[in-house]
């Protein structure tokens, strides 16, 4: 038990680590989507609104149609054992804009979320977003999945979030 806390709370820290260098790195031709952008690719945008409405209404049902099945298997099914509240709660993760610690405010707590930018990089496509909770902000990112359709032109995106 404490060795998996241990190992979370390395987890949790060093994605507010990687957090803070993606940032620090990203340049204006790493940012392809920015303030909702919507004349570049409509699909990704419609999705990240799908994402937006989803997590401010703490639609549980519903998130779980915009992650990615294999990631929920591994994720939830296997590694937490089915405990969709703990799931849910370390889904969306940031670093508070006080700079006071990193925090999962949990699906039922979040009364906004705002798309700062998405990133659509060649290995990955990240959406960096800012939660408000309780008063506090909290800015983090949260990797989103292209799959192409089958059988039609386009991609079919899915969230995927911290593991282990």
């Given at each position: 038990m404490l060795q998996n806390k241990l190992i979370r709370n390395s987890f949790f820290g060093l994605i507010s680590g990687l957090l803070a260098l993606s940032t620090a790195c990203s340049t204006s031709e790493d940012v392809v989507y920015s303030?909702?952008?919507?004349?570049?690719?409509?699909?990704?945008?419609?999705?990240?609104?799908?994402?937006?409405?989803?997590?401010?209404?703490?639609?549980e049902t519903a998130i779980f149609d915009l992650l990615d099945k294999q990631y929920v298997k591994d994720q939830h099914d296997s590694f937490l054992e089915g405990r969709t509240d703990q799931?849910?709660?370390?889904?969306?993760?940031?670093?508070?804009?006080?700079?006071?610690?990193?925090?999962?405010?949990?699906?039922?707590?979040i009364s906004?979320?705002?798309?700062?930018?998405?990133?659509?990089?060649?290995?990955?496509?990240?959406?960096?977003?800012?939660?408000?909770s309780k008063g506090k902000k909290y800015e983090g990112f949260i990797t989103v999945i292209a799959t192409p359709k089958i059988g039609e032109d386009g991609y079919v995106y899915k969230l995927v979030g911290a593991s282990g």
């Open positions: 303030q909702y952008n919507r004349e570049l690719h409509p699909t990704v945008m419609e999705f990240m609104d799908s994402v937006v409405n989803v997590v401010e209404a703490g639609d799931f849910l709660t370390e889904l969306l993760c940031g670093q508070a804009t006080n700079g006071k610690g990193f925090k999962c405010p949990g699906l039922g707590n906004k979320m705002t798309i700062d930018s998405f990133d659509n990089r060649d290995d990955y496509k990240y959406m960096h977003f800012t939660l408000h």
